[in-house]
T-cell receptor
Framework: KQEVTQIPAALSVPEGENLVLNCSFT??????LQWFRQDPGKGLTSLLL?????REQTSGRLNASLDKSSGRSTLYIAASQPGDSATYLC??????????????FGKGTKLSVIP | DGGITQSPKYLFRKEGQNVTLSCEQN?????MYWYRQDPGQGLRLIYY???????QKGDIAEGYSVSREKKESFPLTVTSAQKNPTAFYLC????????????????FGPGTRLLVL
């Protein structure tokens, strides 16, 4: 069964710092990996989606990498801002049988950016 | 505006009571999902539906039931058999869950927080 682990569970950084969030997964047979953002008491917003054949994706100050063979992904946030404070969730998409595909989520990293 | 709506935002359940959480989408998506989120935990899949009048159990379906009579709607009922229902419930949708849309992400609603009285 797929397991997704995110380290660290919480992170506090001063504004302007570059930071890296880590995600690891146990089964490399994935179709894609996604990073989501969740604000307190809210739903999830997709940030980046990396296909299994890709190595990285970039969107603005965010860069996500994927090393499928080693079961690892990183989310790099450049020049962090207080508005980046949120919980970041990693999820991998795998085959779940009967022609359907499911997301398996990590527990998230809670990021606080201090002004 | 296209999106997913969930209601109510907060829901209170009494002992032995069944409660129903609403999820509606106007994105014309075929697939819809229900997840449960507990504090400090990742999302866990309760039920999903790939098409109208069809749905499948996820990892934690016991104590829950769903229906999919319309493409736009996927209500979740938390039954009295669910002994620990306090959680944040998230509904999501995607164009389809089948293989040709592997690049498709899931879009999430704002969530419903269920509390037990």
């Amino acid at each position: 069964k797929q397991e997704v682990t995110q380290i660290p569970a919480a992170l506090s950084v001063p504004e302007g710092e570059n930071l890296v969030l880590n995600c690891s997964f146990t089964d490399s047979a994935i179709y894609n990996l996604q990073w989501f953002r969740q604000d307190p008491g809210k739903g999830l917003t997709s940030l980046l989606l990396i296909q299994s054949s890709q190595r990285e994706q970039t969107s603005g100050r965010l860069n996500a990498s994927l090393d499928k063979s080693s079961g690892r992904s990183t989310l790099y946030i450049a020049a962090s801002q207080p508005g980046d404070s949120a919980t970041y969730l990693c999820a991998v998409k795998g085959y779940s049988g009967a022609g359907s595909y499911q997301l398996t989520f990590g527990k998230g990293t809670k990021l606080s950016v201090i002004p | 505006d296209g999106g997913i709506t969930q209601s109510p935002k907060y829901l209170f359940r009494k002992e032995g009571q069944n409660v129903t959480l609403s999820c509606e989408q106007n994105l014309n998506h075929d697939a819809m999902y229900w997840y449960r989120q507990d504090p400090g935990q990742g999302l866990r899949l309760i039920y999903y539906s790939q098409i109208v009048n069809d749905f499948q159990k996820g990892d934690i379906a016991e104590g829950y039931s769903v229906s999919r009579e319309k493409k736009e709607s996927f209500p979740l009922t938390v039954t009295s058999a669910q002994k620990n229902p306090t959680a944040f419930y998230l509904c999501a949708s995607s164009i389809t869950s089948v293989g040709q849309s592997l690049q498709e992400t899931q879009y999430f609603g704002p969530g419903t927080r269920l509390l037990v009285l």
